[in-house]
């Protein structure tokens, strides 16, 4: 960088004349941590990044049939869909389906901007796939695609918190982008707290109890964000809690803000994905009930996190609300094409018969298999290592477990001004390799100490990860507990 460093230069836009939301704003995923880990990295150190819900950063591969469509989606004509050898090089489904695509963009294809709450065909498939998928009628009006699903988060934030006192009730732990918009949009979040002891569920009388603490402080709680299945924690949630939730929104005018990205990670063979909207339209007292959903193509099974897909859906909105979130989506114009081209095709694969669909299912239950596996062997390899306890995962793709330190090590931290549980994971990283995020990062119960890591790491890489907890584990408390004093050694990091 060109920028003066000399410290007697003086600034009009810095730390005291800058946003002080965007100040405040932390995100625990991409923190202090992943930061040092980076650092590493570029000093030669091997990483381990269990941080962030990336697939394909550490090792997934890209369904070979969206790729191929996209592919052909950008290409010029003359090189792409109407070369004569295409025959030879794409499946006849894959030609066939970038054809419907490109006529569905226009002429100018991928490269210019859309409608701003996305292509009509995109969305009439979107619609599709929630009709198929609840039983219930969807209405391509009503959906918005858009860069992920955090920019449809965003743009809810939005619309939705116009004063100081605005309040969101956000699960704790929760996934920290909710906690990071409402400060930076100057909201206020009231967290109520998820039961680790029943396996992270959430009660009726846990909400009731912090929506009338929330009122009672005159906050105003606008609406109640859900995250199913959890992130960080892995719950599915069942059908009758799902319920509850929908009838204590809609009874209490709150909007309910449903994160469902990790609709199709689910591995306990007992737990099946409801959705927010199916069970509103099935449940007594929910008519009245207010709802966004959200979905990505970052997660699932397609893992395209760069191509920035997702979708959102507007149920029972008050249509002034939703013109003025389409003027908010008109202001960025529209989200990225690719993006969009992603988000049809998760939810409008090959069908049976189809000459790409043999192939496709067969990359799909690999990467899904693994994934079984993989969340298994995390938890219990976890829950094998004495002074660690983690639930099992029944969906997303993290391990969330809590950890039992020393008490000197608390003492320490605090000496430091750090949490326990970041000194903890700065200790992880700079002695094994491995980036986790620290837990507090996320929210907890008082007094709980932990982390989140993913079990994406391939399996031959996943349980060198384990030992590396483990090893880390042992080291850690023991130097707390006067036993050693421990420096990172080469051997250790390179047999993870």
Request: aromatic share 8%.
């Amino acid at each position: 960088s060109n920028d003066v460093q000399d410290e007697d230069v003086e600034y009009t836009w810095n730390e005291s004349t800058m946003s002080q939301s965007l100040r405040r704003m932390q995100y625990a995923v991409r923190g202090e941590v992943v930061t040092k880990a980076e650092s590493l990295r570029a000093e030669g150190r091997d990483i381990i990044f269990t941080n962030v819900g990336n697939p394909q950063a550490v090792g997934q591969k890209p369904i070979t049939y969206y790729r191929q469509v996209l592919a052909l989606c950008d290409l010029p004509n003359a090189c792409g869909v109407d070369h004569p050898d295409i025959h030879k090089i794409f499946p006849s489904d894959v030609i066939a389906r970038a054809k419907e695509y490109k006529a569905a963009m226009g002429p100018a294809g991928t490269g210019a901007y859309s409608h701003s709450q996305g292509i009509l065909a995109f969305r009439e498939h979107v619609a599709h796939f929630i009709e198929e998928r609840d039983g219930h009628a969807a209405h391509p009006g009503n959906i918005f695609l858009t860069n992920g699903a955090s920019t449809g988060i965003n743009y809810i934030l939005q619309a939705l918190l116009s004063g100081k006192d605005d309040a969101v009730m956000i699960p704790i732990p929760q996934y920290p982008i909710y906690s990071a918009l409402i400060t930076l949009l100057g909201g206020r979040q009231v967290g109520y707290e998820l039961d680790e002891s029943m396996g992270w569920a959430v009660t009726k009388n846990e909400l009731e109890k912090c929506l009338r603490n929330a009122r009672q402080n005159g906050i105003n709680v606008k609406a109640m964000a859900i995250i199913n299945p959890g992130n960080p924690t892995g719950q599915v949630l069942d059908r009758k809690p799902l319920q509850a939730i929908c009838r204590f929104c809609s009874d209490n005018g709150i909007v309910l803000l449903a994160d469902e990205v990790y609709q199709r990670n689910i591995y306990h063979p007992n737990k099946k994905f409801h959705s927010a909207k199916k069970l509103a339209l099935e449940t007594p007292r929910c008519e009245k009930l207010q709802l966004v959903s959200f979905h990505s193509t970052s997660k699932g099974l397609i893992g395209e996190c760069g191509r920035r897909g997702g979708y959102m859906e507007m149920h029972h909105i008050d249509p002034c609300v939703k013109a003025q979130i389409y003027k908010l989506a008109a202001s960025g114009l529209c989200s990225g094409l690719a993006g969009q081209v992603m988000t049809s095709l998760m939810v409008n694969p090959p069908k049976p018969g189809d000459e790409s669909y043999d192939s496709f299912v067969s990359e799909e239950k690999a990467i899904y298999d693994s994934l079984v596996r993989r969340s298994g062997a995390m938890v219990a390899g976890l829950n094998k290592i004495d002074g660690i306890s983690c639930k099992q995962a029944e969906g997303a793709m993290y391990a969330f477990p809590s950890i039992t330190i020393p008490q000197a090590a608390k003492e320490e931290a605090k000496k430091r001004g750090q949490t326990p549980d970041s000194m903890y994971a700065l200790s992880l990283l700079e002695e094994t390799g491995i980036c986790v995020v620290p837990a507090s990062g996320f929210g907890q119960a008082a007094g709980r100490v932990g982390f989140r890591t993913t079990f994406l790491p391939p399996e031959e890489q996943l349980q060198g990860a384990i030992e590396g907890f483990a090893k880390h584990h042992k080291i850690f408390c023991d130097r707390y507990s006067g036993s050693i004093t421990f420096t990172p050694t080469p051997t250790l990091i390179s047999k993870l």
